[in-house]
């Protein structure tokens, strides 16, 4: 019975030596992670902001560099406005209030006519997610036609607007 128990004592020492060890690599591949990654952060810092030419190449913006691509100013404006523009309502009656409040950001924010749909469309509810994928590509991207589709897919017009009216208590 005393033999079991040291051999047991021996296997219980080993597994904790073991445990440490494994502890220490662990901590040691850690250390050099973050070494490596606050190194590639200073050479970011340090890069260039010009080409080869001489030429500025991105603009400069909040100490990051943007590209004037759409992908570029789709992420600028999107970053800049994201807890700004409202979500779309559940009601449809709020929809013309809705993209009034949009259209006036818009304004504020001075995003260009080719940004609006990219920024309007993750706003959207999901079902008017599945109404705007029966337009064509070209369609969807134009903010006047998405709009313009959107509020005749929710039937709002004058005689829409009399009736809830007429109904309203």
Do not use: C
Not at 21 to 27: I, K, L, Q, S, V
Not at 120 to 146: C, F, S
Request: hydrophobic share 35%.
């Amino acid at each position: 019975m005393e033999m079991r128990r040291a051999e047991l004592d021996a296997e219980t020492g080993t597994a904790e030596a073991e445990e440490r060890r494994m502890e220490r690599e662990a901590a040691q591949a850690m250390e050099r992670l973050r070494m490596e990654q606050e190194v590639k952060l200073r050479e970011w810092e340090l890069r260039p902001s010009s080409g080869a030419s001489g030429e500025p190449d991105d603009q400069v913006m909040g100490g990051r560099r943007q590209d004037d691509s759409l992908v570029g100013r789709t992420k600028t404006f999107g970053d800049a406005m994201r807890h700004v523009l409202p979500k779309m309502p559940s009601e449809s009656a709020e929809l013309p209030q809705f993209f009034e409040t949009v259209e006036k950001l818009f304004v504020m924010y001075e995003v260009p006519g080719d940004v609006k749909v990219k920024l309007l469309i993750p706003l959207l509810t999901a079902q008017a997610k599945a109404l705007v994928n029966r337009l064509t590509v070209d369609q969807m991207g134009q903010y006047d036609e998405l709009k313009r589709f959107l509020l005749s897919e929710y039937r709002l017009t004058p005689r829409e607007y009399k009736a809830r009216f007429d109904t309203a208590a």
